[in-house]
């Protein structure tokens, strides 16, 4: 009927290594080398995220604020009505 889909192609000289998830250790070096990391990827590249979306804010704020203002009517405008 065909092959299966584990048996499309034969691979040659290709070694894999797995190790049973009962043996790994969860949370191995987690204190020790996990937070630091963490940090170091964080400081590196909270500069080069945060300005541009610092500034978009600071545009989406003055353009809300703009569009309130100009929906506001003018109170001098309707002085001499009656």
Same mark, same amino acid.
């Given at each position: 009927?065909?092959?299966?889909?584990?048996?499309?192609?034969?691979?040659?000289? !290709?070694?894999?290594?797995?190790? /049973?998830? =009962?043996?790994?250790? #969860?949370?191995?070096?987690?204190?020790?080398?996990? $937070?630091?990391? !963490?940090?170091?990827?964080?400081? /590196?590249? =909270?500069?080069?995220? #945060?300005?541009?979306?610092?500034?978009?804010?600071? $545009?989406?704020?003055?353009?809300?604020?703009?569009?309130?203002?100009?929906?506001?009517?003018?109170?001098?405008?309707?002085?001499?009505?009656?």
């Amino acid at each position: 009927m065909g092959r299966h889909f584990g048996d499309l192609a034969k691979v040659r000289h !290709v070694i894999t290594y797995s190790l /049973s998830p =009962f043996e790994q250790k #969860a949370f191995a070096n987690y204190f020790s080398k996990g $937070i630091p990391n !963490v940090w170091r990827r964080f400081t /590196s590249s =909270f500069f080069k995220v #945060a300005p541009p979306m610092i500034l978009t804010y600071l $545009i989406y704020s003055w353009g809300s604020m703009t569009h309130e203002q100009g929906k506001k009517k003018n109170p001098a405008d309707y002085a001499n009505d009656e």
